[in-house]
């Protein structure tokens, strides 16, 4: 692990939290008193405390379902992450256009658009924040396991977000809009609220499709098997809207355009899972495994040539348009795919000549 590693994932700290139950207290199993005790604390950060031996009543180790009683005296040494400080980092940015107000930027693939626990630098937020002039740290507080289960509670504080209205996924590439000030940001974030953004992906997806165009449909939720992914769900999703259209058709292999009608976290990548035809590339979906190509010795070679240089999954966001909230402008970009997936596309193109 390098040192940026190592600094991205720093030790937790300690914090002791001691009590002495009343004595008009009535029986209650230990977890669920702790959890009630402890502002901010989940059952799951208070379970593995108890688990790893750092609760203790009487001086004696105990168990989630011991019940505490009245003058017990408990212990409980929480773990948490110091506070999470964003660094100004001089990282150089892909800039298509800047104004006073706003500024298009096409981001490269393995970029992380906003800090978490685990990603404190390299982040666009940390680009972004040299960018405009900033050069002190900020520091804030971070509860790595809320916001690891719902990452929007990072996104949404004000201090590490300057001005990004929209994300894209470590690994996808391409057009992102950032504002420069809150009454931009409302504005922009009102246009996409609204659907009235011009937004296309470009993605390389295993399998042919039927037809050369349609909807996907389907509510996307956490999946329930893991965590970390997204689903499907025939319950407890939310509504998710995907079109697609058939660019270019390889042996076992299509490039399609994507429009997204919904904007749920890793919604495309789920939605062509879910089908059948997962983004070429993608680990978390199924896409990094051979898919397609029958049991023809051509093919599966172009296709382990082909995965052998996809070391991520190949979605792009190729097209992005909107009304510049000041000048009224209709604003309209492109960006050409990255380097990868342009070379898999010219290993494609070759493989039909």
Request: proline residues 5%; aromatic residues 8%.
């Amino acid at each position: 692990m390098s040192s940026i590693e190592k600094n991205n994932y720093p030790e937790y700290i300690e914090r002791t939290f001691t009590f002495k139950v009343p004595a008009g207290q009535k029986p209650e199993r230990l977890d669920c008193y702790l959890k009630r005790s402890i502002e901010n604390a989940s059952r799951t950060k208070v379970q593995k405390a108890i688990d790893e031996n750092r609760v203790q009543i009487n001086g004696r180790q105990v168990k989630p379902s011991t019940k505490i009683q009245p003058n017990d005296l408990i212990v409980c040494q929480i773990l948490k992450p110091p506070p999470l400080e964003l660094i100004p980092e001089e990282i150089p940015l892909d800039i298509l256009f800047e104004d006073e107000f706003l500024l298009v930027l096409n981001k490269a693939a393995g970029m992380v658009s906003h800090p978490g626990y685990g990603n404190r630098y390299g982040t666009l937020v940390n680009a972004l924040l040299y960018h405009f002039g900033v050069r002190e740290a900020v520091a804030l507080e971070f509860d790595e396991e809320e916001d690891e289960e719902d990452e929007s509670n990072i996104f949404l504080k004000d201090e590490i977000r300057p001005g990004i209205v929209h994300r894209l996924d470590k690994e996808t590439s391409g057009l992102l809009v950032v504002a420069k000030n809150s009454e931009i940001h409302s504005a922009l974030a009102e246009q996409f609220y609204n659907r009235t953004v011009e937004r296309y992906y470009k993605a390389l997806v295993w399998g042919n499709f039927k037809e050369d165009k349609g909807t996907i449909t389907g509510d996307i939720g956490r999946s329930p098997n893991n965590r970390k992914t997204f689903a499907v769900l025939r319950k407890g999703g939310k509504a998710a809207i995907t079109d697609y259209k058939v660019l270019k058709r390889y042996d076992f292999i299509n490039l399609v355009r994507l429009k997204l009608h919904t904007g749920r976290t890793h919604q495309i990548r789920v939605h062509l899972s879910s089908i059948n035809h997962p983004v070429f590339g993608d680990s978390f979906y199924g896409g990094d495994k051979i898919a397609y190509s029958g049991n023809v010795p051509k093919k599966r070679r172009i296709a382990e040539q082909c995965l052998s240089i996809a070391k991520r999954q190949m979605l792009h966001a190729a097209v992005l348009g909107f009304v510049h909230p000041k000048t009224k402008e209709k604003m309209h970009f492109e960006c050409g795919a990255p380097e990868d997936f342009s070379k898999i596309i010219e290993i494609l193109e070759d493989s039909i000549l």
